[in-house]
């Protein structure tokens, strides 16, 4: 079937052979059809994936959010236009 997106080829390695075995018997209806049984192994990993980047940002945020403006008050009044006065004209 025509189609403009990315095709990608992977060889049945012993691992993915045993994995796809074991999906047999997690998706019996389509256990005959080791092409099915991979889409279904990529559908649970992708969600898997997005979980884990999901995880990653909220626990990123959490870090942020626990450390602003733990910094306030460490630089002088006035430190900015101090530091521009340096810089020649």
């Known amino acids: 079937m025509p189609t403009a997106r990315q095709r990608h080829m992977i060889t049945e390695t012993a691992p993915l052979a045993r994995a796809l075995d074991e999906a047999s018997s997690l998706w019996p209806e389509v256990a005959s059809e080791r092409s099915k049984l991979l889409q279904k192994i ?48």
């Open 42 to 89: 990529l559908s649970e990993g992708m969600e898997t994936v997005h979980l884990r980047a999901e995880n990653k940002k909220l626990e990123k945020e959490r870090v942020i959010r626990q450390v602003a403006g733990s910094m306030n008050g460490i630089w002088p009044d006035g430190w900015r236009e101090e530091l521009l006065n340096e810089w020649p004209e």
